[in-house]
């Protein structure tokens, strides 16, 4: 260590540091149109025995008033899935990331990665509001499935169902699969 | 003692290294609900520390970044930006690690943006040295 390095002056400085940072972040966190609630809400979704929470995520500090009520979709298991998806009756979602999409889904499936999308950027349109939505992750574990839900919610869709068990599942069960980036 | 050509060398390096922290938090102050959500997607904090830390990263990240542009608690500055950078690195490779595909949040919260990876890993190791370097070399 050079010989000027004064430890406790150095910590002193980086705590000052800190705190003028975290200062002028909550100041302008409330004079800001962008600013954001210091916490957010967040709604308890339960999937199998796994409780997950699921966030909203508010633009505005205000936005209370405008709050996203999420109803959790309803929850189907690999049968039920398997049963819609030979009956073509519903337009299944993949939640996961391209590359897993690629290497294998559900056929006809949607790629929506949510962990690299913007909602506003998923473009619904050719869907029926009305139309059956069955999303589904890796696992029953993965709380990305239910994040996309609520965006599904939030722009209209009322038909929107999840899928517990997701790809995993559904491998498991030796069904379907394809492949490559096509659904 | 410091050499010309050394003084000039640690000078470029400060300032090009507050540059970056300066531009790499004005996405995030502007959209803190959206950088929100970047860090929710590295799964590492609790869904109701998740606005906070958007709220508090990118001012530091600009404080840090004013401090070494103008030479103010030059090593201070360097051994909080070194260990902020540090850990970047360890959130991208616990991200890469555990398969998630997901925005950097890094330089900016463009969804066509760099995902997490090892170039921004690198990118981060160099960042990383350039912040040691003024640590050892600095005599303030």
Redesign the interface.
């Known amino acids: 260590m050079p010989d000027n390095f004064d430890y406790r002056k150095i910590l002193l400085r980086i705590i000052s540091i800190t705190g003028i940072a975290i200062a002028t972040g909550i100041l302008f966190n409330q004079i800001s149109p962008f600013g954001i609630p210091f916490v957010n809400d967040y709604s308890v979704i339960k999937i199998d025995k796994e409780k997950v929470k699921v966030p909203v995520f508010l633009s505005s500090k205000n936005a209370k008033s405008e709050k996203f009520e999420f109803h959790p979709p309803e929850q189907i298991n690999i049968k039920e899935a398997h049963k819609s998806f030979f009956k073509g009756s519903a337009i299944f979602i993949d939640s996961r990331s391209k590359d897993k999409y690629k290497n294998g889904h559900i056929p006809g499936a949607i790629s929506v990665p949510v962990n690299n999308i913007h909602p506003d950027r998923i473009d619904l349109q050719s869907i029926d509001p009305m139309q059956k939505i069955i999303v589904y992750c890796d696992d029953p574990e993965c709380g990305l499935s239910m994040e996309l839900a609520a965006i599904f919610e939030q722009k209209g869709f009322m038909n929107v169902h999840f899928f517990t068990g997701g790809w995993q599942a559904w491998k498991n069960a030796e069904y379907q699969v394809s492949t490559g980036m096509k659904p | 003692m410091k050499t010309r050509w050394e003084k000039i060398l640690f000078d470029l390096i400060r300032i090009g290294l507050g540059f970056i922290f300066i531009y790499a938090s004005i996405d995030k ?6 950088f ?2 970047v860090i ?2 590295y799964r590492v904090l609790p ?2 520390l ?3 830390a ?3 990263m ?3 990240e ?3 970044g004013i ?1 070494l542009i103008f030479g103010i ?1 030059i ?3 360097a ?2 930006s070194g260990l902020f950078t540090f850990f970047f690195i360890i959130l991208m490779g616990s991200a890469m690690a555990r ?5 950097c949040g890094c330089f900016s919260l463009n ?1 066509e943006a760099a ?1 997490v990876g090892w170039r921004r890993i690198i990118e981060d190791v160099f960042m990383l040295a350039g912040f040691v370097y003024l640590v ?1 070399y ?2 303030k």
Not at chain 2, 29 to 34: D, G, L, R, S
């Open positions: 102050i502007f959209n803190p609900a959206t929100a959500k929710y997607h869904v109701e998740v606005n906070l958007a709220i508090i990118p001012w530091l600009i404080s840090l401090f608690w090593r201070a500055s051994i909080l398969g998630l595909n997901i925005e969804p995902l050892f600095n005599g």
